[in-house]
C-alpha cells in the first residue's frame, strides 16, 4: 500500500521560504510521477509542479514558476517542495500526489494522495 506523508508546513511572512516534503512508502517508485496540489477552502484542488521520479524531469503551475522548485531524493524516497518569495496567495493546504507513469500521469490523474500540511503566508 503506497503511502504518502507531508511535512514542513507552516506560517510565513510575505517574500519568506519554506520547504515542504512528502516521504513515500510502500513500492519502489521509479516508475511512478510525483506531485504537489494545493486546496483554499471552497475552490478545488490545483496542480502546482510534478516531477518524473526516475528521470528528474519537472512541470510548473504558471503562478509557482521561478519562485518553487520542485526536486526528489531517490534514496530517501522523498519528494521536496522549495517554496521561495512566498505571497498570501500561496496560502493553502499542500498535498502531495502520486501515479504509475509519469509526470504527465500525476498532472491529469491523482491515484495516491497525502495527508496535507498547511501553508500560511501573511502578509
Known amino acids: 500500500q503506497v503511502q504518502l506523508v507531508e511535512s514542513g508546513g507552516g506560517l510565513v511572512q510575505t517574500g519568506g521560504s519554506l520547504r515542504l516534503s512528502c516521504a513515500a512508502s510502500?513500492?519502489?517508485?521509479?516508475?511512478?510521477?510525483m506531485g504537489w496540489f494545493r486546496q483554499i477552502p471552497g475552490k478545488s484542488r490545483e496542480f502546482v509542479a510534478c516531477?518524473?521520479?526516475?528521470?528528474?524531469?519537472?512541470y510548473y503551475a504558471d503562478s509557482v514558476k521561478g519562485r518553487f522548485t520542485i526536486s526528489r531524493d531517490n534514496a530517501k524516497n522523498t519528494m521536496y517542495l522549495q517554496m521561495n518569495s512566498l505571497k498570501p496567495d500561496d496560502t493553502a493546504v499542500y498535498y502531495c500526489?502520486?501515479?504509475?507513469?509519469?509526470?504527465?500521469?500525476?498532472?491529469?490523474?491523482?491515484?495516491?494522495w497525502g495527508q496535507g500540511t498547511q501553508v500560511t503566508v501573511s502578509s
Open positions: 500526489a502520486a501515479t504509475y507513469g509519469s509526470l504527465w500521469s500525476v498532472h491529469e490523474r491523482q491515484e495516491y
Open positions: 510502500g513500492r519502489a517508485f521509479s516508475t511512478f510521477g
Open positions: 516531477i518524473n521520479w526516475d528521470d528528474g524531469m519537472t
